[in-house]
């Protein structure tokens, strides 16, 4: 925890309020980070020391963003106090401020677990939301489904084989050599055994993996086309954005690049790397609104697709979200025929509408996933959109 002289450089609300009067913020800022001598009976400093809650004693302690939120809201107090205010009453202002202040660590808590920030980013940007008059209770419910979300990908992940391209679920016979259970490939490892691991194989009786659906084994790019249009507003862009993020750090996980393409009837191309936060929050709180243009969202991400195979990264998969059919035909075609001349596979997720399957969307597509509104409140649906189920 810096002292106060390097919170009075580091934080604006600091210094505006040491300029006031350095001795009085001096003794807040000790007395919220618990430093420094005791602070002066029956002032101010006095009262939220002896208030301070307990549970918040190590954050308070620790990360100076928080202390610095902390003091902007305590110091603001000041002026309405009464002027021979007592102590009780000097309590009862610091009790209230307070507890605010624990009301904001637990939605920063829950930005922090569902987003995969440290705790100072966590701060920073729910402050960034603040002080841009956003809706940081939506951003909170998009964290807390996003954390779900990525528990799931992750336990999904858990559950396959190292080497097998699908979920395993079963133990069957068969000839898939990527699949054989390892009694079967130590064997084949025997000389005087092979012979007979290879007959079994030929003749389709050795012991290998059952799998249902089927993954990509390569892990190539990640583009995400997110539906912005006017219809896609509450849980639909809560669902979307949070699908996002969780896609994004199982991606960073696995060292792949991530672009998404913001669409309604433009589109914004957004690139999302590893430890940007920043460019987390303004994906999250992006929104274009208007109509739906689907084939020019496609056009946007083959052409991404194709950037990222310029810089080495090959084998993209394109996710995308939407919560109606444009109609323009001709656009998707024309769009999905360049992505596949380039290897693209396509994962088509509808939200509460459903596309023709004579549709490209839904003819063309490796997956395609229907989610209902009651689906958009659960972190297991993600797991619909990535993994092919039988």
């Known amino acids: 925890m810096g002292t106060f002289l390097q919170a009075r450089r580091a934080h604006r609300a600091v210094a505006v309020a040491a300029d006031q009067s350095a001795a009085a913020a001096g003794d807040l800022w000790n007395a919220i980070v618990g430093a420094g001598s005791e602070p002066l009976a029956g002032s101010f400093a006095e009262a939220v020391q002896d208030t301070a809650p307990v549970e918040h004693a190590a954050l308070l302690a620790s990360d100076d963003v928080a202390a610095a939120y902390a003091f902007e809201r305590l110091w603001a107090c000041l002026p309405a106090l009464p002027p021979r205010a007592s102590p009780f009453e000097l309590r009862g202002v610091a009790r209230e401020r307070w507890a605010a202040f624990d009301a904001q660590a637990r939605r920063t808590e829950h930005l922090a677990g569902g987003f995969g920030w440290d705790v100072s980013a966590a701060w920073t940007h729910a402050r960034d939301v603040e002080l841009a008059h956003g809706d940081l209770h939506q951003v909170e419910r998009i964290a807390r489904l996003a954390g779900r979300m990525y528990a799931a990908l992750r336990g999904a992940r858990a559950s396959r084989v190292h080497g097998v391209p699908a979920e395993v679920y079963s133990v069957e ?218």
């Open 173 to 390: 016979q068969g000839n898939d050599v990527s699949r054989l259970l390892p009694a079967e490939q130590v064997l084949l490892m025997e000389p005087v055994l092979e012979t007979v691991v290879l007959e079994r194989i030929a003749s389709r009786r050795a012991a290998q993996y059952a799998v249902q659906g089927e993954a990509k084994k390569s892990k190539g790019p990640l583009v995400i086309a997110l539906d912005e249009s006017g219809s896609m507003h509450a849980a639909r862009n809560e669902w979307a954005k949070a699908a996002t993020v969780a896609l994004c750090r199982v991606a960073f996980d696995e060292k792949r690049p991530v672009a998404v393409v913001h669409y309604s009837t433009s589109a914004v191309v957004q690139a999302i790397k590893p430890g940007d936060t920043e460019a987390v929050l303004r994906m999250v709180r992006h929104f274009l609104g208007g109509g739906t243009a689907i084939g020019l969202a496609l056009g946007m991400a083959v052409q991404q697709v194709r950037q990222l195979a310029q810089r080495g990264h090959q084998g993209a998969d394109i996710i995308l979200v939407t919560d109606g059919v444009d109609g323009d035909q001709a656009a998707q075609e024309a769009a999905l025929r360049e992505g596949l001349a380039l290897g693209v596979r396509l994962w088509t997720v509808a939200i509460e509408c459903e596309v023709a399957e004579t549709s490209p969307l839904r003819a063309k597509a490796a997956q395609y996933v229907r989610l209902g509104g009651a689906e958009l409140a659960k972190g297991e649906s993600v797991s619909l959109c990535v993994f092919r189920r039988t």
